[in-house]
């Protein structure tokens, strides 16, 4: 089956680093998407991968290895504002949305 | 499993005429659905908030004559695209709210209007 895995809760510092992690197994591949979400609000697009490597948009960095059917989200100086829920998906070859159940994501001052 | 399911997940239609979208919880009831629009590598759009028993609020700029939305019961919302032009062909992806904190999302609809 089709499979998106992601940690459910995550803690951080304010100021500091945090990787959030998500494996997938699907049946093709046509981009992995990373999206925030706010308590009861749409979620936001903060990245697409579809290559292998690194994309870099400001504090927030999006990785993808489709070999090893991984990707990370990188969020740098944290601030509380990033408190939400962070959402994998993958488009597979049908091109249909599998999603991930999403990680919460805690700052602490 | 999922536990929101859109129908069709994959739609030609001809210019000119309409197509319907269905979004539908699994296993609860959902009050609110949302409808997006997707382009290709591009953020999500929100269209609309559907809340059950009542008029959808749309978003600016999307035409609520165009993109008719209707939530008759707490476990099915639809997307009638009336009139479709080729610019409509997109990815529509619906989600429904659980609770305050919780929105599940379905697996999108591909539209292809020739």
């Known amino acids: 089956g089709q499979n998106i895995d992601q940690p459910t809760e995550m803690t951080a510092t304010e100021g500091a680093i945090v990787q959030i992690n998500c494996t997938y197994q699907t049946s093709g591949f046509n981009g992995l998407f990373w999206y925030q979400q706010h308590a009861g609000e749409a979620p936001t697009f903060l990245s697409y991968n579809v290559l292998d490597g690194l994309e870099e948009k400001g504090r927030f960095s999006s990785f993808l290895s489709r070999s090893k059917g991984y990707s990370y989200l990188l969020l740098k100086e944290l601030q509380m504002k990033d408190s939400a829920s962070y959402l994998c998906a993958v488009m597979d070859s049908n091109y249909q949305l599998i999603w991930g159940a999403g990680t919460k994501l805690i700052i602490k001052p | 499993g999922a536990v929101v399911s859109q129908h069709p997940s994959r739609v030609i239609c001809k210019s000119g005429t309409s197509v319907k979208i269905e979004c539908r919880s699994l296993?609860?009831?959902?009050?609110?659905m949302f409808w997006y629009r997707q382009f290709p590598k591009q953020s999500l759009m929100l269209m609309a908030t559907s809340n059950e028993g009542s008029k959808a609020t749309y978003e600016q700029g999307v035409e609520k004559d165009k993109f008719l939305i209707n939530h008759a019961s707490l476990t099915l919302s639809t997307l009638t695209v009336t009139s479709a032009h080729p610019e409509d062909s997109s990815f529509y992806i619906c989600s429904a709210r659980v609770s305050e904190n919780t929105i599940y999302f379905g697996e999108g609809s591909w539209l292809t209007v020739v």
């Open positions: 296993d609860f009831q959902a009050t609110t």
